[in-house]
Structure formats: C-alpha cells, structure tokens
C-alpha cells in the first residue's frame, strides 16, 4: 500500500479516524497542504484528499481509499458550524488559511459562487453530489472502502481493508462533536504530520491544480 487516503468530507469523522489510525503506527495528517506532508504520511485525511482524489490517486498508484459516509440530519448543521465559523479564514483575498484549503473547500462547497452556500437545500445538494462521484469513480475497484465512524464495527472493517491483522480496540473515538473544530489541533502524538511541513522544495504544493 502506498497511501490510505481519508476522502470523506469535513464532519464526517475525519479527526476521529484520524487519530485512530495514529494508534495502529501510521504516520497521519489531518490535512495537508505540502508535497513534503505527502512524502511524510501514510494516511492523509479531509483537505485537499476529499476534492483532489483523483489527481491523488494517479500521483500515488496502488494506495487505499476510504469514504467517510454520516447522517445527512446530522452533518447538515454540523457543517454550517463549520463553514460558518470558517468563513473569514476562508475568503479567497483574505482569507488566512493554505490557499489549498481555500480551494479545496471552494471546489466542493462552491462558497465563492452561491449567495447562501450554507444552506440545508446547498449542502445537502454538495453532499449528495459529492459521495455519487466519488462512487462513480471507485466503482468496481477493491482499493476503496465506505465506512460510518459511528458503527461500532466500522473500526474493525478499516483494519481489515487497510490489511492489519489486528484486532480493533473498540470502536473510533468520538472527536469534534458539538461545535468543537480543534481536537486533531489539541491532540498530542509523535505520529502526528503537520500539514504545513517543509521539505527541499520547501512548502510547495503539487502542480496538477
């Protein structure tokens, strides 16, 4: 396997397969933004992997994927949280974050071109439109699994997928529930990858975008 890249959208589980995987020795980053964080992890999840999966798949041949499925009542106004609170750092002239970031959010959501991208009947439009393609595109391919981190036996068929025989230590943690963004940020690991990190070409990002 070359990489196990996490392709489900924000607020789907992202931290909390996150930080599971950091307990089974991968290296992990909960987004990345470098070509060094890249080269560096063996599991990359949330942005740019939820958008860039198909570039991410030719630039990484023989790597794993896995869709991140959840409730849409439920990730609806999870994700409005998110944007919302998001929406300063995300403006694409002043907006502070990683200009993939920036772009990776604006690709899904389309923030910059709908006048109220946080609505239910906007979101639940990019999210339906989202999980059909990524099941279009994996169709018939064994290197892609679809998991919900709320089931109890999802951890274990992750396990499975990825090829560890190992037994699962009970089901994902559950992490950045409520109106909480920050717990990948807040938990403390060695195996943890900046998302920023700097190589030889310093923080440069891939050229396919």
């Known amino acids: 396997m070359n990489k196990l890249f996490i392709i489900g959208l924000p607020r789907t589980g992202t931290t909390s397969i996150s930080v599971a995987l950091l307990e089974y020795d991968f290296m992990v980053a909960h987004t990345a933004f470098t070509k060094h964080a890249f080269e560096l992890a063996d599991v990359i999840s949330d942005a740019p992997c939820f958008s860039d999966y198909k570039e991410l798949d030719a630039l990484f041949p023989g790597s794993k994927f896995v869709y991140l499925d959840r409730d849409l009542e439920k990730w609806i106004p999870s994700a409005q949280m998110l944007l919302q609170k998001m929406e300063a750092r995300l ?20 923030l910059t071109t709908t006048d109220n991208p946080y609505t239910k009947e906007h979101l639940e439009t990019c999210y339906i439109k989202h999980k059909k393609e990524v099941f279009e595109y994996f169709k018939n ?7 919900n981190v709320s089931h109890q036996e999802s951890l274990q068929a992750l396990l499975d997928f990825i090829g560890l025989k190992v037994k699962a230590h009970g089901g994902f943690p559950h992490l950045n529930t409520g109106r909480h963004v920050a717990d990948w940020k807040e938990f403390k690991h060695p195996n943890k990858v900046n998302a920023n990190s700097a190589g030889i070409e310093h923080r440069r990002f891939f050229d396919y975008k």
């Open 141 to 147: 391919r064994n290197d892609f699994i679809c998991v």
């Open 91 to 110: 403006d694409p002239i002043t907006g502070v974050f990683s200009p993939v970031l920036k772009r990776s959010f604006n690709e899904v959501f389309s």
